[in-house]
């Protein structure tokens, strides 16, 4: 086979599960693949390692001290530059020398960095839906106006991207879309009473039935958020709207979604449930890759089963679907209240049952104005942080 170009890759996120998985198929493929840079939070230790096994240039940790505790554990490595800082982040996304970044920081702190990226004009491999969902009209106006490819990894939008026609992406009706069928595990609770719900500790929220993921999104995968962001994030990447996505409870997580045409056709994307299939996707797209997934056995699986969500025990759908009805700044409030909420029921101090009361007192309590600048959208993220705490200690457990 013929490898037309060599990426040279920058992830941002590198010591998480997605970063952690990305790096899994880079090492598969030294040929089609080098790292530029990795970035971390904290995680020195794993930083360190990955930087031996991996060489890049730049090793990033957004936190400062962090920094100087892995400038001093590359120190036989004067070929990786250590920097730490908000700007330095930003900084190796948008270096010219790199022209793939995945984006897989966690959270609002991801939106920044993937933004210098969009900016800079590269392929984003888009994991990091919070900055989509914070931002989402500016965002996209920015990926317009650089030119930057930006190709989805979360598996759904993944799947509904690989059953699209690849040039009609942002063009569903032209393309003779009639619904985009999304899909979700349903979470480790969805068989819960409301009452059993108040009892859920984290490590239990954070035992995902499919997937391994991170802590965050295991427990919005666990409030239905998760698909809430996702629904959200469909919106802005296929350039469509929420009554055309139909959310379907699949517990098999073996389709990851599906998308309908006009004349009855319904196009699936099946795989084991491994994130490494749509990062692979994204790092070689349009070509096809081995990506160290298991082959799909069907005949192990036996049956799919499918079944509509129940917004009365996971209300998160719901206010997510009406946040991004009322537009403006409510999205990004939805966001970062749920980030608190989170937060607060990791660290023990919220029963998980009032993750979706927090943001929705929230988003009544924040007033949403049109979101005409990042700097709005960063101000009301800090002030939805505020009052989301403010409700904490109300309802701690
Ligand atoms: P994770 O918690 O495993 O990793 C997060 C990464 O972000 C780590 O490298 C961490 O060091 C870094 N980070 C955290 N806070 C930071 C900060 N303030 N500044 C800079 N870096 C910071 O998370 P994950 O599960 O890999 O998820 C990453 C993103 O991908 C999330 O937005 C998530 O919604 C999305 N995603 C994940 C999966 C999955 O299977 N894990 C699937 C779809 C989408
Ligand atoms: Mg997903």
């Not at 590198?14 to 080098?34: C, E, M, Q, Y």
């Not at 991996?54 to 892995?70: E, I, N, W």
């Not at 270096?95 to 993937?114: H, Q, Y």
């Not at 991004?324 to 919220?350: C, D």
């Amino acid at each position: 086979m013929v490898i037309s170009v060599k990426r040279c890759v920058t992830i941002l996120g590198a010591t998480g599960s997605i970063g952690l998985n990305t790096l899994d198929v880079i090492h598969r493929h030294p040929d089609r693949f080098s790292v530029h840079a990795l970035t971390a939070s904290t995680s020195v230790e794993t930083m360190s390692e990955l930087c031996h096994k991996f060489r890049p240039r730049y090793a990033v940790m957004a936190d400062k001290a962090a920094g100087q505790a892995l400038s001093a554990a590359l120190s036989d490595l004067p070929s990786v530059t250590v920097l730490s800082g908000a700007e330095a982040l930003a900084q190796v996304a948008a270096d010219p020398e790199a022209d793939t970044v995945m984006a897989a920081i966690v959270g609002a702190a991801g939106l920044p960095p993937t933004l210098a990226a969009v900016r800079a004009g590269k392929r984003v491999l888009l994991a990091n839906k919070e900055a989509l969902v914070m931002s989402g009209k500016l965002f996209m106006d920015a990926v317009r106006t650089s030119g930057a490819e930006v190709l989805p990894i979360d598996s759904e939008h993944n799947a509904i991207f690989q059953c699209m026609p690849a040039d009609r992406i942002r063009d569903t009706a032209g393309a003779g879309v009639t619904r985009i069928l999304l899909t979700a595990s349903g979470g480790p609770f969805r068989t819960y009473t409301a009452e059993a719900l108040r009892h859920v500790l984290p490590a239990e929220a954070c035992a995902h039935p499919n997937w391994s993921m991170g802590q965050k999104i295991s427990v919005d995968s666990a409030t239905l958020m998760n698909k809430g962001l996702e629904l959200i994030e469909a919106c802005w990447l296929f350039n469509t709207t929420p009554d055309m996505i139909e959310v379907h409870v699949h517990p098999e997580s073996i389709i990851h979604s599906m998308v309908e045409y006009a004349d009855g056709s319904v196009l699936a994307q099946l795989g084991s449930p491994d994130m490494r299939t749509p990062i692979a996707n994204g790092l070689a797209w349009p070509e096809r890759i081995d990506a160290g997934v298991a082959p799909l056995d069907l005949f192990r699986i036996g049956q799919f089963h499918f079944e509509r969500p129940d917004l009365e025990r996971f209300p998160c759908l719901r206010l997510a679907a009406e946040a991004f009805q009322q537009g403006g700044t409510a999205p990004a409030v939805l966001n970062a209240a749920n980030e608190e909420a989170v937060a607060a029921f990791l660290a023990g101090k919220l029963c998980f049952a009032d993750i979706p009361s927090i943001i929705e007192r929230t988003l009544a309590a924040v007033e949403v104005v049109p979101a005409d600048s990042f700097d709005t959208i960063f101000t009301k993220d800090a002030e939805a942080r505020f009052r989301a705490r403010e409700q904490i200690p109300g309802l701690a457990v």
